[in-house]
């Protein structure tokens, strides 16, 4: 595998990068606002779509209340926050997107449920946008191959919270052209990201290597061997992890976990990925971690309380 780590030194001025100036955000959950929140105060217009306007509606106050996070800090200003804002459109119809220069997918990570997005997205755009998914697992050859346009697709996956996260993965599908590769790069730099370039392969790096950690941690849950609060203290003490595997599965979403687990088991047809039965468990309960208020922690108490 020909993995390529660079700090993107790319000149942010060059043609292809400067192209992009209106951004598309589709998927309006935790990566979606994160995504929309860089990309505005990088200067960009951004529109952000989603199927569920109450998710859009959450989406804007999530960024706005990040935003005062970064005003108190002194990392932006007031004005520039009230301008950033400003610049996020939102709306439930893909005609949005029309003007389009780059098109990011941020939807749920489900195969299906993203070539729905690109069948119903596609048609909407102008010839020469540049479509991308931030997809965690799934593969970038296929999901192009799904489009119009796979020399014009790409994998551009940031890391959650992205306003905080410094690197962003760009994985090239097979098809992916030159050109597209320089853009997104030229993009990632523009944002302030380090670029990390990934074979197309199932999870790319991180999450080739991290989520089965968290699987491995729902195992020792799972047997017996520790209770959530002995697994996440052992691996943040005993491994210096800045928040233990079980902390960061629910921070991530059990769902998202469960799906690359998946991916890997699949993609890769080795039972070493197999998915942990309660995962699956808690995937089935509707207990997906922080964004629905229950997974390894309740998060009705302050502090969370593990659940087992
Ligand atoms: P999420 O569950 O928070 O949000 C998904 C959003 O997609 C929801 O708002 C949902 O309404 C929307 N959606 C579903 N179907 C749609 C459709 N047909 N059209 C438009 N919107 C639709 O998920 P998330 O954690 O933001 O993950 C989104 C993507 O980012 C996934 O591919 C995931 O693998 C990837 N990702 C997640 C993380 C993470 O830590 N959570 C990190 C990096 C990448």
Redesign the pocket.
Known sequence: MNIDVTSAGFDTDSAAGSDIRSVGV?????????IAHVCTLAGLDVTI????PD??S??MATMARNMDRQVNRSLITADERDEALVRVKTATDYAALAAADFVI?????KED??R??FK??IPNLKPSCIVA??????SITRLGAATDRPEKFIGM????PVPVMKLVEVIRGIATDEPTFQAVLALAQKLGKISAVAEDFPAFIV?RILVPMINEAVYALYEGVGSVAAIDTSMKLGANHPMGPLELAD???L??CL??MQVLYEGLSDSKYRPCPLLVKYVEAGW?GR?TGRGFYDYTHTPPRPTR
Do not use: P
């Open positions: 589709v998927g309006a959950g935790q990566m979606g606002n994160g779509v989603d199927i569920k998710a859009l959450k989406a997918e941020a939807a749920t990570e449920i993203k729905l997005v119903s997205l998914s931030n997809t965690s697992s799934i996956h940031f890391m959650n999450n921070f991530i979403g769902d998202t799906s690359i997906l964004k």
